[in-house]
């Protein structure tokens, strides 16, 4: 029931959470899924109360799971259930009883015995509701851990292609590499052949047991032959371990992967997306129009190459291999390579980094309002990058829109983020209604500023006040341009460039004192155009009395501290 | 309306959890007259009442939908008494589980095979605690019940008063 989950599924409580970051939704799905666990633990811990079958016909993922033993004298039906309930300790415990009570056990179920030992490793598996557990000791047993299954494989009277098989890939799965080797060797001795799960359990062990890269691709192209002359036929899996054991033999492995490759497309291997390691253009062509079936269990790993395409087509700057790669996406079921949401993330920021960097500001748009928010919410870069294509495009109008966005997503704690956008807005004039916009924007960032209830409150700095300041002058929001000057007293900085434009606003509006008042401001912060203000102001202004002389007590004041 | 359950159902509640009783008998609970169910009776006036609670159910229809919709009362439908029983299940078990903070009745909408139980809550606690009661609830039912459930929740900040009684 799990695969068929509806694959768009995403946080669906309206109005309360502020889902537009990634991580509480991930947080919330995670919730949602341990609450599922925690339910499927009661219903197998007492499954008596959900054997009432409704359903007509019988669904039975929905019935409770028999965790439990039910056979336990001692007979092959027992070792049976123990197999398939995956309780490997209680197999072979029933396996060693049978064999002291002189019961023959039949080669296919030793052969399914051997198979389970050397899947889990000699311990039991965790249980799939009980709470995670640390699998770090796993890892220790590699090399003890498959006395059981050696132990067995001994005792055995008779022994096929099968059993050999099984010990193999047990000890390829948990490294006992070299072991392998020996097991391989003493089943060509005994005049049997291998198959094709044995050859690919070698093939990716054959980097391990060799040092240099030309070894060890000898030792593959060797397996291979060998594979030939016993006359199995590789399978895309075998291709799969050769290009991964390829990737572990540095630079001779890539000039080997094309005509593996090629190998590949000979057989008409159904292609698995595993296969295209470090291979471009040719394979984009290849693959376009193709459905991929995540066939490999270590198609997990695919999400990086979809990302190495992505990697590759930024490196080349290349917009149509993006969208061509895109573009896949969106046949059959290659949507499921994105991966989880931390590797969808990756995708499509690195997808709208290139968009932003290459494509004109309505392309941009479109993508915007397509991927955001409902594919990916951006970091702060990707907003960036926003900003600088607007930039490019002379699109600055959009800035107030793009700030609701930003606040929606959290990011308004990003003081670069902020300032960057600050100084977009206050860099030139622009026509009336959208200067009256870029104010009120402005506004309200200031307001941002000034909260006092948030947890890191955000540190005026010089640039973001002048910033605002300038914005508000150019919009002729006088006073509250006024109101930023005290502001910058409160945070210790300094005005320097503003000076000028608040004497050509208040030129505009004939207010005497209030210039006076700017050149006593400017004396307070020392700046050193303050002079030149004194000048300009006793020039261009009709003072008062009064006026003048406070003005000339501030001349012989900044002329006695110089 | 005295509210009486038939062998059949007793079987069913006897595999329930909170009713172990073995063997057939008739269960019955306490008496309600038809004119005291489900009406709030006029007070001092400080008693805030939701819609769904001020209207009596002589309004159903008028006034008001229903609360559980299903299709075993239509002509030539059976089921009927085994949907009420399970409705009941339900209301007790997500009141139980989600203790405080449902905001109103639940509203449950059988579609085929699968059941929608739609809640409003309040918002009393921090948005993951619901995904996790409303994934384990979801699962749980689905067990119990053997067919897909699906619940669809509304947060509201406080409850909807319609007037006070």
């Given amino acids: 029931m799990d695969d068929l989950r509806d694959p768009t599924e995403r946080a669906y409580i309206q109005n309360y959470s502020i889902y537009f970051c990634v991580r509480p939704q991930k947080l919330y799905s995670l919730a949602q899924e341990s609450g599922r666990t925690a339910a499927k633990y009661f219903i197998n811990t007492y499954p008596k109360y959900f054997q009432k079958d409704f359903a007509n016909p019988h669904i039975p993922c929905l019935m409770p799971e028999t965790l439990e033993l039910q056979v336990n004298e001692v007979s092959e039906a027992a070792l049976i259930e123990r197999i398939q309930l995956r309780k490997v300790k209680a197999a072979v415990d029933m396996y060693d009883q049978l064999l002291q009570a002189g019961t023959p056990v039949s080669l296919d179920l030793t052969n399914d015995l051997l198979d389970l030992i050397s899947l889990y490793g000699d311990c039991d598996p965790a249980r799939g509701d009980a709470p995670e557990q640390r699998t770090e000791e796993m890892v220790s047993l590699t090399l003890t851990s498959n006395n059981n299954a050696e132990r067995i494989f001994n005792m055995m009277p008779e022994r096929n292609r099968r059993s050999y098989g099984a010990l193999i890939r047990g000890m390829v799965k948990h490294g006992a590499y070299s072991k392998a080797f020996n097991t391989y060797t003493d089943l060509l001795n005994n005049r049997l052949t291998g198959d094709v799960h044995i050859f690919n359990a070698l093939i990716s062990a054959a980097p391990e047991v060799r040092e240099k890269y030309v070894e060890k691709w000898d030792l593959i192209v060797d397996l291979l032959k060998q594979m030939a002359e016993q006359k199995v036929k590789p399978t895309l899996l075998t291709f799969n371990a050769v290009l991964k054991a390829l990737r572990r033999c540095g630079s001779l492995g890539r000039t080997q992967a094309f005509p593996v490759i090629n190998e590949m497309k000979a057989l008409g291997i159904a292609t698995s997306a595993q296969g295209h390691t470090e291979i471009l253009q040719d394979v984009l062509s290849e693959i376009s129009g193709k459905s991929f079936t995540a066939q490999d269990p270590d198609d997990g790993i695919i999400k990086t190459q979809i990302h190495t395409f992505l990697l590759f087509t930024d490196s080349l700057c290349d917009i149509e291999q993006a969208y061509r790669v895109h573009s896949l996406l969106g046949v059959g079921e290659n949507w499921k390579l994105l991966g989880d949401s931390y590797y969808q993330s990756i995708y499509y920021g690195r997808f709208f980094n290139l968009l932003c960097m290459m494509e004109h500001i309505d392309v941009v748009l479109k993508w915007y309002k397509e991927l955001i928010p409902s594919l990916y919410y951006p970091n702060s870069q990707g907003m960036r990058d926003l900003l600088q294509a607007l930039d490019t495009d002379n699109r600055l109008d959009l800035i107030p829109q793009i700030w609701k966005d930003i606040k929606r997503m959290g990011h308004d704690n990003k003081t670069e983020l902020v300032e960057e956008m600050l100084s977009l807005m206050a860099r030139e004039n622009q026509i009336p209604e959208v200067q009256q916009s870029f104010a009120d924007c402005a506004l309200d960032v200031k307001a941002l500023y000034t909260q006092t209830d948030r947890r890191v409150p955000l540190s005026w700095s010089a640039g973001s006040l002048s910033s605002i300041t300038s914005i508000l002058l150019a919009a002729e929001r006088t006073q509250q341009a006024w109101e930023m000057l005290k502001l910058f007293k409160l945070a210790n900085r300094v005005p320097e460039s503003l000076m000028n434009q608040f004497l050509e606003s208040v030129k505009a509006s004939n207010n005497a004192q209030q210039a006076v008042e700017l050149v006593q401001i400017s004396a307070s912060f020392c700046l050193s155009i303050t002079p030149n203000l004194m000048e300009r102001v006793q020039q261009e202004f009709d003072l008062t009395e009064e006026q003048r002389n406070t003005l000339s007590d501030l001349e012989s004041s900044t002329a006695m501290s110089d | ?165």
């Fill in chain 2, 1 to 165: 309306l005295i509210f009486v359950s038939f062998q059949t159902v007793c079987r069913q509640l006897n595999s329930t959890l909170w009713l172990n009783v073995g063997g057939r008998s008739i269960h019955s609970s306490a008496v309600c007259c038809k004119n005291r169910a489900a009406r709030i009776r006029v007070g001092k006036g400080d008693r805030p009442v939701t819609y769904e609670q001020a209207l009596h159910p002589h309004q159903i229809a008028h006034r008001k939908g229903w609360l559980s919709q299903h299709t075993s009362n239509l002509q030539g439908e059976d089921g009927a008494a085994d949907r009420t029983v399970e409705d009941l299940f339900i209301r007790r078990l997500i009141y139980g589980t989600f203790h405080g903070c449902l905001a109103d009745e639940l509203v449950i909408k059988r579609r085929g095979n699968l059941l929608v139980i739609c809640a409003l809550m309040l918002q009393k606690l921090p948005p993951h605690k619901y995904y996790f009661l409303v994934g384990y609830t979801e699962e749980l039912l689905s067990h119990f019940y053997k067919c897909p459930v699906k619940m669809e929740i509304q947060m509201l900040e406080e409850k909807s008063v319609y007037k006070y009684l």
